[in-house]
């Protein structure tokens, strides 16, 4: 079977992009959200795009206006799935919120629907029992900024079908993403499980009052050739994101606990990262990104 037509599920940075790249590359999708402000917010991220295909990828006007015009939007989910090839869920890393979203979908979605979570965190037994179809069930995990950071991890769970897996390895393949294939579950896949040590190591120093974040980011990059630091990628992870994750993951580990502190208060101030257009930098040209800043 084809997967042309796509519902995402959650239209955050990610599935904003995860949305819009799929509809750039020839799919019919659909976004689903949880209320009219969302969808509002959703829409503003997707148009926010342009600038970056137009510089990243030489993308002309007419072709990122040809992948808007296959892209909708809608907060009832019912209809958002009623056809749907594939779902792609992109909710926040709450387990209540995805333990709820697969419930309901598992009653609306058409059987020959294939679920795929881009959860960065859950493996697909947590929830491949909510889904009513574990064997249609697996995750496929993007890198921020997909057009470029072309990535799409692929992990199966026990009960996953191969030829399912297989689908989503080729669809992958056909939104432009290079296909990074996991032959058993792992939290945090093979991208993440290399980089959030790095990032926690950043938090750390910083929370710790040991260095700060320029800094911090200006030593690796000097020492490692890296075009950015830990701050600097969670300016593109977002905030939001980074805060969630690591208060679920750390409980109340005292070591997290002043990095969470201080993320805290960035995000009572609004500074969410590129996304708002400030966070531990400002966007669209971030400080790291000078030639001086290297020097100074």
């Known amino acids: 079977m084809n997967l042309e037509r796509v519902t995402v599920a959650g239209g955050g940075v990610l599935g904003s992009q995860i949305a819009y790249q799929s509809a750039f590359k020839g799919k019919t999708v659909i976004i689903y959200d949880i209320n009219d402000e969302a969808i509002e917010q ?72 294939i679920f795929a ?15 009513g179809r574990p064997d249609r069930f697996l995750n496929m995990h993007f890198a ?41 579950e792992q939290p945090g896949y093979v991208l993440n499980t290399l980089l959030i040590p790095l990032l926690n190591a950043g938090g750390y120093l910083w929370g710790n009052d040991i260095a700060d974040p320029h800094t911090i980011d200006k030593t690796w990059m000097v020492g490692t050739g890296a075009p950015m630091g830990p701050f600097g990628i969670l300016d593109v992870v977002g905030l939001r994101t980074c805060y969630n994750i690591t208060k679920d ?33 400002h966007y669209p040209n971030p400080e790291f990104a000078d030639p001086g800043f290297l020097k100074s």
């Open 42 to 113: 959703v829409k503003k991220r997707v148009n926010a795009l342009r600038d970056q295909y137009k510089h990243d990828i030489q993308a002309t006007d007419e072709q990122f206006d040809d992948g808007l015009s296959r892209l909708s939007f809608t907060t009832d989910l019912a209809s958002a799935v009623a056809d749907a090839d594939l779902v792609i869920e992109a909710v926040p890393e709450s387990p209540s919120i995805k333990h709820d979203l697969y419930h309901n979908l598992s009653a609306m979605a058409p059987e020959r629907t």
């Open 117 to 131: 979570s881009n959860s960065s965190t859950f493996v697909p037994s947590v929830y491949m029992e909510d889904t």
């Open 144 to 184: 921020n900024q997909i057009w470029m950071n072309n990535t799409a991890e692929i992990m199966g769970s026990p009960k996953t079908d191969p030829d399912v897996f297989a689908q989503i390895v080729r669809f992958a393949r056909e939104i432009g993403m290079v296909p990074i294939e996991l032959k058993k």
């Open 249 to 281: 993951q750390s409980g109340d580990n005292p070591q997290a606990q002043p990095f969470l502190a201080k993320v805290k208060e960035m995000l009572d101030e609004g500074k969410l990262g590129r996304e708002s257009g400030e966070g531990f930098y």
